[in-house]
T-cell receptor, first 108, second 117 residues
């Protein structure tokens, strides 16, 4: 089985940097995903890590350490529209298991 | 990225009726699609894995006779909620996996909001 932990809520101010952590325990690992989900909408893909290290994509970066079962999503230059739930998801051999999501509130 | 569509986006039905939700991969073929359910302020919970040309694989606690899944082609999977009850009201989301080479991505449909009265 898989167990995924991430903080329930975080707050930050516009223009700041925020790091959302995710730890996981899994019986099979085939990559880790981060998704953004606005209320009432389906998740949208942000990043995919399968090897250790940092993947940078614009204002968003994602880091993975397989030995530690740890990942983080780094959001820079926060904007109000970044207020959303951020889901960490671990891919097993055939399925994707989601964490409960971190609700990020960006304030002016 | 790949596009997954879902229809309808919103449905309201009476208790006891059946509702069919379609999930289509528009620009790629998906041998495997996934159906998720999400209750308010909760994460996505995998209901079943839909395999083209074979029976779906259901997660523990999901009634296969209540949630009928058909994956008749490489671009279409359907979820039918039979004899719907108010507790089935939820946000249903499908996704399709794109694999090959370095790719291993899962793209989501826009979701279907089901309200059972």
């Amino acid at each position: 089985g898989q167990n995924i932990d991430q903080p329930t809520e975080m707050t930050a101010t516009e223009g700041a940097i925020v790091q959302i952590n995710c730890t996981y325990q899994t019986s099979g690992f085939n990559g880790l995903f981060w998704y953004q989900q606005h209320a009432g909408e389906a998740p949208t893909f942000l990043s995919y890590n399968v090897l250790d290290g940092l993947e940078e994509k614009g204002r968003f970066s994602s880091f993975l350490s397989r030995s530690k079962g740890y990942s983080y999503l780094l959001l820079k230059e926060l904007q109000m529209k970044d207020s959303a739930s951020y889901l960490c998801a671990v891919s097993g051999y055939s399925t994707l298991t989601f964490g409960k999501g971190t609700m990020l509130l960006v304030s002016p | 990225g790949a596009v997954v569509s879902q229809h309808p986006s919103r449905v309201i039905c009476k208790s006891g009726t059946s509702v069919k939700i379609e999930c289509r991969s528009l620009d790629f073929q998906a041998t495997t699609m996934f159906w998720y359910r999400q209750f308010p302020k909760q994460s996505l919970m995998l209901m079943a894995t839909s395999n083209e040309g074979s029976k779906a694989t259901y997660e523990q606690g999901v009634e296969k006779d209540k949630f009928l899944i058909n994956h008749a082609s490489l671009t279409l999977s359907t979820l039918t909620v039979t004899s719907a009850h108010p507790e089935d009201s939820s946000f249903y989301i499908c996704s399709a996996r794109v694999t090959g080479g370095a790719r291993n991505e899962q793209f989501f449909g826009p979701g279907t909001r089901l309200t059972v009265l």
